[in-house]
């Protein structure tokens, strides 16, 4: 079975820029997460979808941050514009009905 | 607010020896599972067990068990028999309670060193 796919694996950006960064869940997987690592924590939840709906953004910084997933499969997370502060691990996790959630590898996002 | 505590930034632990990782929780939640994960330089987060509140029994898979006490909202890691595999961030994680959602809310981790 493939895992959670995730791409790119590295980004470097100057502040103010935007970037996208895109998610392919597990196949069937009608949960999927986005969660924002910063360097010395844990992951912290931003957005949640049920299929092609949201179910909790709260912790969506949504001046600049956005999130979308047409059609209830793959996902895109981006950043409009981007601050130093932003500099993280954006991980991707999905789960079967909300059970056992999987995670991708991450993108590394570096704002200079 | 649901938050998760670790207390130990590092821990070091000489290879096939015992080490336990410490967790405290707080939670609205009723009926729930609390999780530990494991996070290698590779930065996939893996499952490395997980315990349903309302069992009693504490959970075990294989050289890792926990020691789950509910009352005190304490939900520890025992890794027996350490291997230099097992080295990694080890992060324990609780309900996220927002909006429906079922994500998870995650400690600072422990950085968990394997000497040989």
């Known amino acids: 079975e493939a895992g959670v796919a995730q791409s790119p694996r590295y980004k470097i950006i100057e502040k103010r820029q935007s970037v996208a960064f895109w998610c392919n869940p597990i196949?069937?997987?009608?949960?999927l997460y986005w969660y924002q690592q910063i360097l010395g924590q844990g992951p912290k939840l931003l957005i949640q979808?049920?299929?092609?709906?949201?179910?909790?953004d709260s912790q969506l910084p949504k001046d600049r941050f956005s999130a979308e997933r047409l059609k209830g499969v793959d996902s895109t997370l981006k950043i409009q514009p981007a601050k130093l502060e932003d500099s993280a691990v954006y991980l991707c996790?999905?789960?079967?009905?909300?059970?056992?959630?999987?995670f991708g590898q991450g993108t590394r996002l570096t704002v200079v | 607010a649901q938050t998760v505590t670790q207390s130990q930034p590092e821990m070091s632990v000489q290879e096939a020896e015992t080490v336990t990782l410490s967790c405290t929780y707080d939670?609205?939640?009723?009926?729930?599972?609390l999780f530990w994960y494991k996070q290698p330089p590779s930065r996939q987060m893996i499952l490395v067990i997980r315990?349903?509140?309302?069992?009693?029994q504490n959970a075990t898979e294989n050289r890792f068990s926990v020691n789950f006490q509910k009352a005190a909202k304490s939900f520890s890691l025992k890794i027996s028999d350490s291997q230099l595999g097992d080295a990694a961030m080890y992060f324990c994680?609780?309900?996220?309670?927002?909006?429906?959602?079922?994500?998870?809310?995650f400690g600072k981790g422990t950085h968990l060193i394997i000497q040989p």
């Open positions: 996790a999905s789960s079967l009905d909300g059970g056992e959630a999987f």
């Open positions: 196949s069937g997987h009608a949960t």
């Open positions: 315990q349903e509140a309302y069992k009693q």
């Open positions: 994680a609780c309900p996220y309670s927002g909006g429906g959602a079922d994500g998870l809310t």
């Open positions: 979808f049920q299929n092609n709906g949201v179910v909790d």
């Open positions: 939670t609205s939640e009723s009926d729930y599972y």
